[in-house]
């Protein structure tokens, strides 16, 4: 069964930091991109990073380049999402997800399996 579990969101003040993490059962986990993903309440879903399997390749939405860094330990079978400098924008549910091509879609529809989402909240 493949199995993707996020784990990491809380409640953080605005400037504050979290590390999402994304636990995978994944056979061949190197061989998977893994994106994450965030969906604000009332919003549709959007693209914030992905990260190549080798973890040579990274790409990050603009409205977060800078403050979040992904990586990817694949010997644990996990990819991390640094977030520093928390705005009220940054609340949302944050979801992993997993492709098995050769490119960092940002698309969501492109990526195969998917967690169930760990919650993000930042307070002013």
């Known amino acids: 069964q493949v199995q993707l579990v996020e784990s990491g969101g809380g409640l953080v003040q605005a400037g504050g930091s979290l590390r999402l993490s994304c636990t995978a059962s994944?056979?061949?986990?190197?061989?998977?991109?893994i994106g994450w993903f965030r969906q604000p309440p009332g919003k549709e879903r959007e693209f914030v990073s992905a990260?190549?399997?080798?973890?040579?390749?990274?790409d990050y939405s603009p409205s977060v380049k800078g403050r979040f860094t992904i990586s990817r330990d694949n010997a644990k079978n996990m990819v991390y999402l640094q977030m520093n400098s928390l705005t009220l924008e940054d609340s949302a549910l944050y979801y992993c997800?997993?492709?098995?091509?050769?490119?960092?879609?940002?698309?969501?529809?492109?990526?195969?399996?998917w967690g169930q989402g760990t919650q993000v909240t930042v307070s002013s």
């Open positions: 997800a997993a492709d098995s091509g050769m490119t960092l879609p940002v698309q969501d529809y492109l990526y195969d399996v």
């Open positions: 994944l056979s061949g986990f190197q061989t998977y991109a």
């Open positions: 990260i190549s399997g080798t973890g040579t390749s990274t």
